[in-house]
Nanobody, 124 residues
């Protein structure tokens, strides 16, 4: 199986910063994209930022200029530096990787793998 382990969430005041990190391990052989989604209470999960294996980046409009994604799909790691946080950024942040690996049923193929999520709360 594949494990994605996130770290770095927490409580921060408006205008503050946090850094999230994620490492993928286990039976994942080749990562094509790796990144972050988030889900706020009562809302659908949404893209925050992703990095592709060609090092191209994609950001949600709401975080452009404030968040910076970095990582290396060859080393199965991705980080998200979040600056100028505001209460609208409060959500559970999920690390995700799309790549070739083994799913929970032991099947080999291209899948989306997800971490357990880490809570980010922006509040005064």
């Amino acid at each position: 199986q594949v494990q994605l382990v996130e770290s770095g969430g927490g409580l921060v005041r408006p205008g503050g910063s946090l850094r999230l990190s994620c490492v993928a391990s286990g039976s994942i052989f080749n990562i094509y994209t790796m990144g972050w989604y988030r889900q706020a209470p009562g809302k659908q999960r949404e893209l925050v930022a992703v990095i592709k294996d060609d090092n191209s980046l994609n950001y949600a409009e709401s975080v452009k200029g404030r968040f910076i994604i970095s990582g290396d799909t060859s080393y199965n790691t991705v980080s998200l530096q979040m600056n100028s946080l505001n209460p609208e950024d409060t959500a559970v942040y999920y690390c995700t990787a799309h790549g070739a690996g083994v799913n929970d049923y032991g099947e080999v193929g291209d899948y989306d793998f997800w971490g357990q999520g880490t809570q980010v709360t922006v509040s005064s």
